[in-house]
């Protein structure tokens, strides 16, 4: 399968997408057409690259009521905002600034109190640091918006009963990983974010908060009901007392929610985007999303410069748990430092992380093939459907590889104004 010969021809796109794509992904252009192409004010991007070429670049819909979807459009990836923050702390161990194996204390002593001195970096990377509830840093939605205030919390907080086995730290873990680089750098993870993964990788489409003035990502707000469901009486109620839950249902609810957090999506700008939240809040394009794994699909290397050392890519890869997730309903995520595969077939080889709602970047290092999957619909009803989307476009894209062969010549449509 490594020596696949690509064709150099393009498939005709359906009506509604805008972009290119190799001939031999065809069948999956089709299907992103009809899965994503007809939803009311919402659009949605997927790219493959391979060795750095860019096979498949394509987009359709529309946001912000009716603005189409471009190859710049960029959207809310959340969790999948986690896999880009991992990347920047590989990027401080290749440099010998930090050691997986340390204590996080030894870094950022702050984090040694109530009882934490010993918990290591890998054991945060791996969500197994006891620390994946909200509400014990956090009383109020106000206060998740104040990174450094979070930063400090957990630098004080004490672990809880599920120290040291994998328990999904849907929130903290952002906070956790910011706080440790900037005590080692001194410098905010949005800043890191630019410095350590989009400059080097001379990328504009990936971004911890609001693109920038001067940036060519252009934003699109979530569409849908978000999470309006669980605003109001009976939603809070509800919530309360999931909170209460015993096993995965509770540990889900107190690691991702708070009564009054669906205000912080909502509108064309929507607060998450003021502040630094490296586990939800990266606004990233596909193309983006695939850049910075095409670095983890190639051993490191991009343009044939060296951005990891190929000690740190065998690091990254290796699974550290294959444990149960007892915030995730019991599936084993396979973690690795920061990323996950998934013990389904074509996710068991590669690594990313899959983000609330389901956009989501991707390595599988095998091919040298990275994907980056973005779109802005966020709908309570939807959302398990759209949460298994790499189920289905990460096997489809693998059977079109697998059945790669020169097909006739064919032209690229623009998606329709």
């Known amino acids: 399968m490594s020596n696949v010969a690509w064709s150099g021809e393009f498939v005709d ?9 190799s001939a031999e992904f065809a069948p999956l252009v089709r299907a992103f057409a009809r899965t994503f192409g007809h939803r009311r004010g919402a659009g949605a991007a997927l790219a493959i690259h391979r060795h750095g070429e860019t096979l498949v670049d394509i987009w359709t819909g529309q946001h912000s009521g009716s603005v189409g979807w471009t190859g710049q459009t960029g959207t809310i990836v959340f969790s999948a905002t986690k896999g880009i923050t991992s990347t920047v702390m590989h990027r401080l161990a290749d440099r010998g600034m930090l050691d997986y194996s340390a204590p996080v204390a030894e870094y950022w002593p702050e984090f040694a109190a109530n009882g934490k001195g010993a918990i290591t970096v890998e054991q945060v990377m791996t969500h197994r640091a006891g620390l994946s509830s909200l509400g014990t840093v956090a009383s109020e939605v106000s206060e998740i918006l104040d990174h450094r205030l979070m930063e400090e919390r957990l630098a004080a907080a004490k672990p809880d009963r599920l ?8 929130l903290t873990f952002g906070w956790l990983m910011a706080g440790l680089a900037r005590a080692i750098t001194g410098r905010g993870m949005a ?10 990788l001379g990328i504009d489409g990936v971004h911890l908060g609001a693109p920038p003035p ?3 990502t252009s934003f699109a707000p ?21 909170f209460g839950f015993p096993g995965a249902p509770g540990a889900a609810a107190r690691a991702l929610l708070m009564p009054g957090v669906e205000a912080i999506l909502e509108g064309d700008a929507p607060p998450i985007l003021n502040t630094e939240l490296g586990a939800g ?18 051993g490191g290397m991009v343009d044939g410069r060296r951005y990891l050392t190929a000690r740190t890519i065998a690091e990254l890869r290796r699974i550290r748990s294959y444990q149960l997730d007892h915030a995730l309903f019991y599936v084993p995520m396979l973690w690795h430092l920061g990323y996950h595969s998934l013990p389904v077939p074509y996710a068991h080889e590669g690594l990313g992380h899959i983000g609330l709602g389901g956009s989501f970047g991707w390595a599988e290092p095998r091919l040298g093939l990275s994907v980056g999957f973005v779109h802005n619909r966020m709908s309570v009803p939807q959302m398990s459907v759209d949460q298994m989307s790499a189920l289905w476009l990460l096997p489809l894209m ?5 059945g790669a062969k020169r097909t006739a010549p064919a032209v690229t449509r623009e998606a329709a104004a």
């Open 13 to 21: 796109l359906p009506e509604g997408v805008g972009g290119s794509a």
């Open 163 to 170: 120290f040291g086995v994998p328990t999904y730290h849907a």
């Open 191 to 200: 800043e890191l974010f630019r410095t350590e993964v989009a400059e080097p």
């Open 214 to 216: 001067g940036s060519s």
């Open 222 to 242: 979530l569409a849908g009901n978000q999470l309006r469901l669980f605003g109001g009486p009976l939603g809070a109620r509800i919530l309360g007392r999931t």
């Open 281 to 298: 809040n990266g606004v990233c394009t596909a193309h983006g999303l695939a850049s910075v794994y095409g670095a983890l699909a190639n």
């Open 398 to 402: 693998m059977n079109c590889v697998r």
